[in-house]
């Protein structure tokens, strides 16, 4: 009887135990490996979750104004040298501070008589927000550009300089079609023999930029019949 007591008392002291599991060279009992087991599967969780919650944002645009002769934000003037007017407009976009860079180009006025006078400073063409539609009045071509910028309209106002060629007229005039898209690059150049006289723009809220058109003329000299019809004092 004491035997068989013994022995039974050995098997629940043995089956109370922990087991134990040889992993490599650890030993690891049930009740190590089902911790173990929690935390990894707590870890796995947890790494999900915070697959799952981290979002992604775009990259800040890189503001670019290699080429340009204006900063985004800062207000500019532009003129060309004397007896040049302006043949070349070029810009850049960028939608941090919904501005653009400037870049002009201006060509030397040739012909006889062809001098350019009369200059003068246009007032502010649009509002902030505004349409834009300017011409350089008698017959004068454009020769520079002021303008100035505002953050919490997301716009420019805009001069022009004025400059009248001599005794020439403006003839076979025309507009172009915008000259960019929405928050795109602006390239334009005068084609040979046009001269520019004006600029038309509209402003789109939602892209918070313009798209930009210009008036383009050839000139001819002007006879002194006209000269006494057009009377410009």
């Given at each position: 009887?004491?035997?068989?007591?013994?022995?039974?008392?050995?098997?629940?002291?043995?089956?109370?135990?922990?087991?134990?599991?040889?992993?490599?060279?650890?030993?690891?009992?049930?009740?190590?490996?089902d911790?173990?087991?929690?935390?990894?599967?707590?870890?796995?969780?947890?790494?999900?979750?915070?697959?799952?919650?981290?979002?992604?944002?775009?990259p800040?645009?890189?503001?670019?104004?290699?080429?340009?002769?204006?900063?985004?934000?800062?207000?500019?003037?532009?003129?060309?040298?004397?007896?040049?007017?302006?043949?070349?407009?070029?810009?850049?976009?960028?939608?941090?501070p919904?501005?653009?860079?400037?870049?002009?180009?201006?060509?030397?006025?040739?012909?006889?008589?062809?001098?350019?006078?009369?200059c003068?400073?246009?007032?502010?063409?649009?509002?902030?927000?505004?349409?834009?539609?300017?011409?350089?009045?008698?017959?004068?071509?454009?020769?520079?550009?002021?303008?100035?910028?505002?953050?919490?309209?997301?716009?420019?106002?805009?001069?022009?300089k004025?400059?009248?060629?001599?005794?020439?007229?403006?003839?076979?005039?025309?507009?172009?079609?915008?000259?960019?898209?929405?928050?795109?690059?602006?390239?334009?150049?005068?084609?040979?023999?046009?001269?520019?006289?004006?600029?038309?723009?509209?402003?789109?809220?939602?892209?918070?930029?313009?798209?930009?058109?210009?008036?383009?003329?050839?000139?001819?000299?002007?006879?002194?019949?006209?000269?006494?019809?057009?009377?410009?004092?």
């Open positions: 009887m004491l035997l068989a007591f013994s022995m039974m008392i050995l098997l629940a002291v043995t089956n109370a135990a922990p087991s134990t599991l040889r992993v490599g060279e650890e030993v690891l009992s049930s009740q190590d490996r911790r173990r087991h929690a935390v990894e599967a707590t870890t796995n969780v947890s790494r999900q979750n915070v697959g799952l919650d981290v979002t992604t944002t775009a800040t645009p890189t503001c670019n104004t290699t080429g340009k002769e204006t900063e985004f934000g800062d207000p500019f003037t532009f003129e060309c040298a004397k007896n040049q007017v302006i043949s070349s407009v070029t810009s850049s976009y960028c939608s941090s919904s501005d653009r860079a400037w870049a002009f180009g201006c060509k030397v006025l040739t012909g006889d008589d062809l001098e350019l006078n009369e003068f400073w246009s007032p502010y063409i649009n509002d902030f927000g505004g349409i834009m539609a300017f011409q350089c009045p008698f017959n004068s071509l454009i020769t520079g550009f002021y303008s100035t910028f505002r953050d919490d309209k997301n716009d420019r106002r805009w001069k022009v004025c400059c009248r060629p001599g005794s020439y007229l403006a003839y076979n005039c025309l507009t172009t079609i915008e000259s960019n898209e929405w928050n795109d690059d602006l390239n334009f150049s005068s084609p040979s023999g046009y001269f520019m006289r004006g600029i038309h723009s509209d402003f789109s809220t939602g892209k918070r930029d313009r798209r930009y058109q210009f008036d383009l003329c050839k000139m001819k000299t002007e006879s002194t019949e006209n000269r006494d019809r057009y009377n410009y004092g």
